[in-house]
């Protein structure tokens, strides 16, 4: 089993940044791809971006490219959102997941271990 823990969200204006922690216990993920995905009021969960093992391959949301940046510190057992000029429509709550594939990790199902989330607000 693998433990994730979200940290980081908060209320944040337009234009402005935030950093997301994704610390992970139980299993060293070192071998494992990750991702962040968010859920807004009456959507569906959406992928945001994803990262491979090595850190070599990194995956964005058309909606998010050029403002995020994912990254991963396999030491630490912790995964990275930098995220930049946020808009309002990023407001969700933020969840990292870890995926024991290769393939098609930008897909919610490769998941196989998530975290309760954090909230992301950005006023306009």
């Known amino acids: 089993q693998v433990q994730l823990v979200e940290s980081g969200g908060g209320l944040v204006q337009a234009g402005g940044s935030l950093s997301l922690s994704c610390v992970a216990s139980?299993?060293?993920?070192?071998?494992?791809?990750m991702g962040w995905f968010r859920q807004a009021p009456g959507k569906e969960r959406e992928f945001v971006a994803a990262?491979?093992?090595?850190?070599?391959?990194?995956f964005y949301a058309d909606s998010v490219k050029g403002r995020f940046t994912i990254s991963r510190d396999n030491a630490k057992n912790t995964m990275y959102l930098q995220m930049n000029s946020l808009k309002p429509e990023d407001t969700s709550v933020y969840y990292c997941?870890?995926?024991?594939?290769?393939?098609?990790?930008?897909?919610?199902?490769?998941?196989?271990?998530w975290g309760q989330g954090t909230q992301v607000t950005v006023s306009s």
């Open positions: 990262i491979n093992w090595s850190g070599n391959g990194r």
């Open positions: 997941a870890v995926a024991d594939t290769m393939i098609a990790i930008t897909t919610l199902a490769r998941y196989d271990y």
């Open positions: 139980g299993r060293t993920i070192s071998s494992y791809s």
